[in-house]
């Protein structure tokens, strides 16, 4: 009985953050039309050659007879998917690049993921929302986050906490099934021998059997300094789970990270998704979503801001557990978490 209790009492303090591109915006980080356009401004100036063969691809896809796509009006989606379709036609061929995908879909993952580490902020930069966010976090939570980039990371780093990708240990647990911009697959190698010049360390997915290839978390990623000094293709490949049909390809390679989390809506009393527009073509993230709610006896905060929210998460409004607040994530957010955990 009295383990029982212990269990409860745990489980009534253990909350459950799902985040999306909407927490991170008030930190000046760019959303995806954004993101896109900066990108491609530092590939054409960095990797022209590559960069000119997306750009003919870009134009296949608007139609145009044009020397420049307009990637503020492209679809990400069908860019990336077109991207695949690139890889699929060089793997038929023979002529594949690497296993890791094609010249152009690893470069287009580089300069995506050097535009987030340009635009996060970093020490004292880091808005005080974030600091107070990662304040109230503990080891008992989980945090599982759509976000490419690594600006809770540093918020948990700057106030004195510590993290996890791995679900273990007296840390915050982050949980990235798109993966992030401090990351890539396998270990970095050339003729048979292993490049380490970024001290990447296995996060620690591997077991051997059914999972063979590890993932890498270097420390240096998060200065731009960094990414300045290394060119796309080489040891700095980030892993950024890209968006489009393709997606299937990478969320198997990391299949632990969309299976592992599930368990912890077992055992916690609140669940908060934060700035996760969840559109109806992000079929992956609804199939999560519809694999583990509804949650009896446990509330779920919306906060988001979008005017298609109640229609995208309509499904889950169905419950009288789940509230939607159309706003922009802010202090008072922050706040009624903390005021939730305060009435445990």
């Not at 918020?155 to 099934?177: C, M, R, W």
């Not at 999972?211 to 240096?220: C, G, N, P, Q, T």
């Not at 009393?269 to 559109?279: A, E, F, N």
């Not at 949650?295 to 509230?323: C, G, W």
Request: aromatic share 12%.
């Amino acid at each position: 009985m009295s383990d029982d209790r212990e269990w409860s009492e745990y489980a009534r303090k253990r909350r459950v953050f799902i985040l999306g591109a909407g927490f991170s915006a008030a930190a000046g980080i760019p959303m995806t039309t954004t993101l896109l356009t900066t990108a491609m401004e530092m590939f054409a100036a960095e990797c022209p050659g590559i960069y000119q063969r997306v750009c003919n691809y870009a134009l296949d896809i608007q139609w145009k007879n044009d020397s420049r796509p307009d990637f503020s009006s492209i679809s990400f989606s069908d860019l990336c998917t077109h991207l695949e379709f690139v890889e699929l036609r060089e793997y038929a061929g023979g002529e594949r690049w690497s296993n890791a995908g094609s010249r152009e879909k690893l470069a287009l993952r580089h300069y995506l993921a050097k535009a987030l580490v340009r635009a996060t902020p970093t020490g004292d930069k880091i808005p005080d929302l974030y600091a107070q966010f990662a304040k109230q976090l503990s080891s008992g939570d989980i945090v599982i986050t759509f976000n490419w980039d690594i600006l809770l990371e540093l918020a948990i780093q700057k106030v004195g906490k510590t993290f996890t990708y791995n679900f273990e240990g007296d840390h915050v647990k982050l949980s990235k099934p798109h993966g992030s911009v401090n990351w890539r697959l396998g270990q970095a190698s050339h003729r048979g021998s292993d490049i380490n010049t970024l001290d990447w360390k296995p996060i620690g997915f591997a077991d051997g059997d059914r999972i063979v290839i590890d993932l890498y978390a270097s420390e240096h990623l998060s200065s731009i300094q960094t990414w300045d000094r290394y060119q796309p293709l080489g040891e700095l490949q980030p892993f950024l789970v890209l968006p489009g049909y393709g997606k299937a390809f990478d969320v198997r390679s990391i299949a632990t990270l969309w299976y592992r989390p599930e368990f912890t809506f077992a055992a916690c009393r609140d669940i908060y998704i934060i700035g996760l527009g969840l559109s109806q073509d992000d079929h992956f993230i609804r199939s999560f979503f519809l694999n583990n709610f509804p949650m009896q006896d446990r509330h779920t905060f919306i906060v988001n801001p979008d005017e298609r929210a109640s229609e995208n998460y309509a499904f889950m409004l169905r419950d009288k557990n789940v509230t939607l607040i159309q706003e922009k994530f802010a202090a008072t957010h922050v706040k009624l978490v903390l005021d939730r955990l305060q009435q445990v």
